[in-house]
């Protein structure tokens, strides 16, 4: 039976980012749950919580990076930019927290260490970092995609005397201006903070593994019409944005790259790198860059002849250019190849002078330069997907845990649920949508809060994947994801950024349209996959 000194909650919720503050209203005001959420930040908004460092920005823009469940807000709060920045998102989902009166049912600075399932009265027992003990009988895990951090170990790292921040973890006191900054990594975030703290650091060095291929992100002020239009029309949006692929909000394009003439060809490209975006760059143009070898080498040469363009110096111009495919998450930015024309950046390519060790005064590199720093940026990214998931001690039935269930790389029955850990769900497990990721998070919240509501109006005690659907989805993912070129780049999509990870297939390639399809499907057929258990007359499993 369930210990006194136990809180009981109907559901427990690891997280309070976008996906844990729509599943907590979800369960409790529509459901009517008795249900609390966790998270280790000291508040809310998860990402928008933790990444705070300059130049951090919302790529997905304004209009489809919110909350379109709440159709109000949607009306009221104002669009001012074509992207959100940070500050604005973070501001956006406090609003969102005080307008539905959520905060009072999340409790900050509390990191769950453990969750373990109890199949005798199938309930979950929760531990928190502050030795409190918590039982639900569902757990849903929002942990976030792109929340543990990675941080290579260089040698001599402990003797440096300078300050160092993962970007993931940038304090709030954090002065850069006028300093010596060294940056490694030139990912989606390197490339955001490098731009943004060109012009305020003394002097920055930029340590690039990978070069990167990168498109304007062209923010800047909306007019108010835009955002009127943008209002007015939000039902259409959504619908079609839930219908897309990626979510974006723009209209995928059915063009082959090679059908058009090499003039028009550049036009579009031309077009598209004014018009800015990331995703726009590599999925409004054509439609077969990320599967295409000559497409896609057709957009890298395009973007090569922009930098050839814009860095002056032909040497920092070569080692800024990529010639491996074009297919990690596409990037965009505020400036970023121009930055390497001012006199105060410096550019070190470590695949060709890789960093020896870190010293007291900065980072000595294999020609034998010590590059002296005061403050060196660990821009280096996250175990994504199953990251957070490792690093709590997660138990299934006949005490399973996670890490062991997840030895040959995560996997999952629907993004949502794996076998052997019942009435546990994810928001963004893996082998989820590779979209833009609100309104993926959004259909999983609703998918699941479906669910729930169907186990209590039936009252199910437990359900659980048929781990043969579940072999049967990463099956399905794997072979989506081997006709895209995403699949022969290293980046942290295919878990290739970590030393050690396993190199598998982390995400649905087939798009959020498709998978809402499936989803609809399943639930049409009475949850097909799932096995559920009925309550016995003593209330126990
Ligand atoms: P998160 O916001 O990551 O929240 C997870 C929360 O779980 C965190 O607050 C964490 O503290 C908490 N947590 C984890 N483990 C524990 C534990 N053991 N105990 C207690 N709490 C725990 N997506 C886009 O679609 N478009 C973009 O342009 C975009 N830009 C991004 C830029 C950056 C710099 C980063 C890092 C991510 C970006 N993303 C973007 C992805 C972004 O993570 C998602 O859009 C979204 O914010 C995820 O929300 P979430 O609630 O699923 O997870
Ligand atoms: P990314 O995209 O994983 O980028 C990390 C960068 O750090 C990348 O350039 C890496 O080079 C580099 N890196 C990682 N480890 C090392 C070591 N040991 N030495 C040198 N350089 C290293 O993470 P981001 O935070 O930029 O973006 C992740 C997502 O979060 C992004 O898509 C947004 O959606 C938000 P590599 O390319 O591996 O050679």
Redesign the pocket.
Known sequence: SVGTDIINYDAII???????IYMLKKLRDELGLKVRA????AGIG??????RYPG?L???ETFV?CFSWDRELCQEWDITTRYVDQPQILSYLNHAVDRHDLRKDIQLE???TSAVFDESITRWFVSTDDGHQYSAKYLVT??????ATNVPKFKGQEKFKGKMYHT?HWPADAVLDGKRVGVIGTG??GCQVITAIAPIVGHLTVFQRSPQYTVPVGNGPVSREYADEIKRNYDAIWNEVRSSRLAFGFKESNIPTMSVSPEERKEIFQRAWEGGGGFRFMFETFNDIAVDEQANFAAQEFIRDKIKEIVKDPETARKLMPRDLYAKRPLCDSGYYATFNRPNVSLVDVKENPIEEITAAGVRTADGVEHELDVLVFATGFDAVDG?YK??DIRGRNGLSIKDHWSDGPSSYLSMSTSNFPNMFM??GPNGPFT???PT?ETEVEWVSDMIGFMEENELACMEPDPECERQWGVTCREIADQTLFARAESWIFGANIPGKTNTVYFYMGGLGPFREILASVQNEDYRGFKFKGLSPSGNY
């Open positions: 690891i997280g309070a980012g976008f996906g844990g966790f998270d280790k930040a998860g990402t928008w919580f933790w990444n951090a919302s790529d997905s990076y509390t990191a769950i929002a942990l976030g995609l792109l929340s993931a989606s975030t957070n690093r709590i928001i963004l833009n990721l609100p998070i």
